[in-house]
C-alpha cells in the first residue's frame, strides 16, 4: 500500500511539473509579448503624429502644436506628458504647457530618437511625478519613447516624445495574470536586463522579490525550471525574455512567472491519500 502511494505521489509530481513549467513560460511570455506590442503601437503614434502638418512644419505656431499634443495625450491615457522639442533641443510646445521652454538636449529620449524611434528604460522623473496624482499610492516611474521628425525635405526639425507611466505594465500582466491567481499564490516578477526588479505582482509568498532566474541575457530566451529561493523555499518558474516587435526593438526584460511547489503540489498529497485509502480497503477486502 505504502509502495503504491509513493509512486502515485511521484508520478502525479512529474506529470505536473511537466504541465505547470510550460504553462508558467507561455504566460511569462504572452506578458512580455502584450508589452512589446503595446510600446510597438505607441511609436507608430507617435510616428503618425510626426508626419502631421502641425509638426513637421518648422512655421506651425506653439498653439497649434499643443492643441494636437493634448488630443494625442487624450488618446493615449497611459501617457503622463507628450512633448515636441525642436532641433536645438528646446520643448516649444506640450501636453498641458508642461515644461514648455525646459532644455532637453542632453536627455536620453532627445538623442536617442534623432535617428529612429527610441524606447529607454523605466526610471523615476520627481519633476513629472508632483504633477501627477498618484492614484496608485506608491512612487511613480515613467518609459521614455521618442520618435523623430522631419519636413517635406527629410530635414531634421525636432523630436516628439512621451513619457509613458510604467503603471500600464501592471494593467498588461493582469490582463494574462489576474489579480485571482493571487489565492493559488501565483505571482509574476519583470526584470530590467540587469537584474533590477520592475515589477512585482506580490502574490508569490516571498519576503522580497528573489533574483532574475539564471537564464541568460539571450534576447528572446524562454523556458522553465525548480527553483530554491533563499528563505522562500522551493518554486517552479517559467520565464521569457522580451525581444521587441516592429518598430520596438526590444528592451530584454526578463518577465518570470513563479508558483510556490507546495502550493502547486496541494492537490497531489489529497490525490496520494485518496489512492492509499483505496488500495487499502481492496487489501483488506483481499484479507478478509
Not at 118 to 139: M, Q, S, T
Request: hydrophobic share 45%; with cysteine.
Amino acid at each position: 500500500v505504502l509502495l503504491v502511494g509513493w509512486s502515485a505521489q511521484t508520478y502525479i509530481r512529474r506529470q505536473l511539473d511537466r504541465q505547470l513549467g510550460p504553462a508558467f513560460e507561455a504566460l511569462a511570455f504572452q506578458i512580455g509579448d502584450k508589452l512589446d506590442r503595446a510600446l510597438d503601437a505607441l511609436l507608430r503614434a507617435l510616428q503618425l503624429a510626426a508626419a502631421l502638418p502641425a509638426l513637421k512644419n518648422p512655421a506651425t505656431p506653439a498653439a497649434e502644436r499643443r492643441t494636437l499634443l493634448d488630443a494625442l495625450l487624450d488618446a493615449a491615457p497611459d501617457c503622463a506628458w507628450i512633448g515636441f522639442a525642436d532641433r536645438d533641443g528646446r520643448v516649444i510646445a506640450a501636453s498641458q504647457r508642461l515644461f514648455e521652454g525646459t532644455a532637453v538636449g542632453t536627455r536620453a529620449w532627445f538623442r536617442g530618437a534623432r535617428g529612429a524611434p527610441y524606447a529607454g528604460a523605466v526610471h523615476e522623473f520627481a519633476e513629472l511625478a508632483r504633477e501627477l496624482p498618484n492614484l496608485a499610492d506608491e512612487k511613480p516611474r515613467f518609459l521614455d519613447v521618442a520618435v523623430p521628425v522631419k519636413d517635406d525635405d527629410g530635414n531634421f526639425v525636432g523630436i516628439l516624445g512621451a513619457h509613458l507611466r510604467w503603471s500600464f505594465a501592471r494593467d498588461i500582466q493582469l490582463s494574462v495574470v489576474p489579480e485571482s491567481a493571487r489565492r493559488d499564490h501565483l505571482g509574476v516578477t519583470i526584470y530590467s536586463p540587469d537584474g533590477d526588479v520592475l515589477l512585482d505582482s506580490g502574490a508569490s509568498g516571498w519576503t522580497r522579490p528573489p533574483d532574475a532566474p539564471a537564464a541568460g541575457d539571450r534576447v528572446g530566451a524562454r523556458g522553465y525550471l525548480a527553483e530554491t529561493i533563499p528563505g522562500d523555499g522551493e518554486y517552479l518558474t517559467g520565464f521569457a525574455r522580451t525581444k521587441g516587435f516592429r518598430e520596438f526593438r526590444g528592451a530584454n526584460w526578463m518577465v518570470a512567472v513563479r508558483q510556490p511547489v507546495a502550493a502547486a503540489v496541494a492537490g497531489v498529497h489529497d490525490v496520494s491519500r485518496w489512492i492509499l485509502r483505496l488500495v487499502a480497503l481492496f487489501t483488506l477486502a483481499a484479507i478478509g
